[in-house]
């Protein structure tokens, strides 16, 4: 996935699609990605966001609550990503870990 600064999800795979429980591209790309984010893990999940976002690669785990109201956990691999107007996004592969934190 790639997520700017402000949260705004830019683009997401099919694989990501399918762990917040999205039809399509149209359905999430252009929302904002803390709003799929457990209320719990939210606020630290923005500060690492922000920390990617300043220049620094983390990895992290977390809940989210999908479209349909699945509960999941993830872990994440983020990089900074620099765009074309010199903002800075999140790169991030995740992957569902769910079955492993039960």
Same mark, same amino acid.
């Given at each position: 996935?790639? @997520?700017?600064?402000?949260?705004? #999800? *830019?683009?997401?795979? +099919?694989?990501? #699609?399918?762990? +917040?429980?999205? /039809?399509?591209?149209?359905? @999430?790309?252009?929302?904002?990605?803390? /709003?799929?984010?457990?209320?719990? /893990? $939210?606020? /630290?999940?923005?500060? !690492?966001?922000? !920390? @990617?976002?300043?220049?620094?690669? &983390?990895?992290?785990?977390?809940?989210?609550?999908?479209? !349909?109201?699945? $509960? *999941?956990?993830?872990?994440?691999?983020? +990089?900074?990503?620099?765009?074309?107007?010199? *903002? @800075?996004?999140? &790169?991030?592969?995740? $992957?569902? +870990?769910?079955? !492993?934190? *039960?």
């Amino acid at each position: 996935k790639i @997520v700017d600064p402000d949260g705004t #999800l *830019r683009y997401m795979n +099919v694989g990501g #699609l399918c762990m +917040v429980e999205a /039809d399509g591209a149209a359905a @999430v790309e252009g929302a904002c990605t803390f /709003d799929l984010i457990a209320e719990a /893990d $939210r606020a /630290d999940w923005m500060e !690492r966001h922000a !920390r @990617v976002c300043a220049g620094e690669s &983390l990895s992290w785990e977390y809940g989210i609550v999908g479209l !349909r109201g699945t $509960r *999941r956990e993830l872990e994440t691999q983020a +990089v900074p990503l620099p765009l074309p107007d010199g *903002r @800075v996004a999140q &790169l991030a592969v995740t $992957r569902d +870990v769910s079955e !492993r934190k *039960r």
